[in-house]
């Protein structure tokens, strides 16, 4: 995978990718959401292949179909994990699986429902949060009418994080923005809407694949 451009606050060498493939995919029926395709590839595959330029390495979140994953996985060698608790917890449990096993100073997530995510995600987010001297980035968009809309799992964590994520899961806890208010979050705005347009059903990929 290629370094870091020089608008990266944070060098290449320094992030792991992660896809938060995990949910239960009740949206879409109970599917495994990651691997339904768009344009023949799965999703999954879809945001595997923009992340990679992004980081060092690559791991991706699944709690079930991992043989699946591993194939979808290999030409990047992204390692897959599961959630360490039961009963599909929510994407921070996925987070928490892969800042536990990420090599890196930083892990850089996107969703699996993603395939258009921003090519300069990883370098926007280091950028902010090296500026803001904070250990959590994520990224927003504002409309032509000024309205802001969150995009909380499209991340950048820094490590270190683990122990205090593991103990506010342990409290019981789920919701990924009650966890970063526990932190000072860089909140950085892209412009393009669409990069991080989310999949939510069989019927709107469908519309997506014959488009």
Known sequence: MPSSSPASAIPTAALTGLVLAGG????????????????????????????????????ISANRNHDVYAELGAPWYAQVIADTLPDYPGPL???????????????????????????????????????????????????????????????????????DLAAFLDAGERKVRAWYARHTAAEVVFADERAFYNVNSLQELAELDRA
């Open 24 to 59: 239960r995919g009740q949206r879409m029926g109970g599917v495994d959401k990651g691997l339904q395709h768009l344009h023949g590839q799965p999703l999954a595959a879809h945001v595997l292949a923009r992340l990679a330029p992004q980081v060092s390495a690559l791991a």
């Open 93 to 163: 449990a996925g987070l928490l699986a892969g800042l536990r096993v990420a090599g890196t100073e930083w892990l850089l997530s996107a969703p699996c429902d993603s395939p258009w995510l921003p090519a300069d995600l990883g370098a926007r987010l280091a950028a902010a949060v090296r500026a803001q001297n904070t250990l959590i980035a994520t990224a927003t968009t504002v409309n032509a009418a000024g309205e802001v809309s969150l995009h909380p799992v499209f991340a950048l964590v820094h490590t270190s994080l683990a122990g």
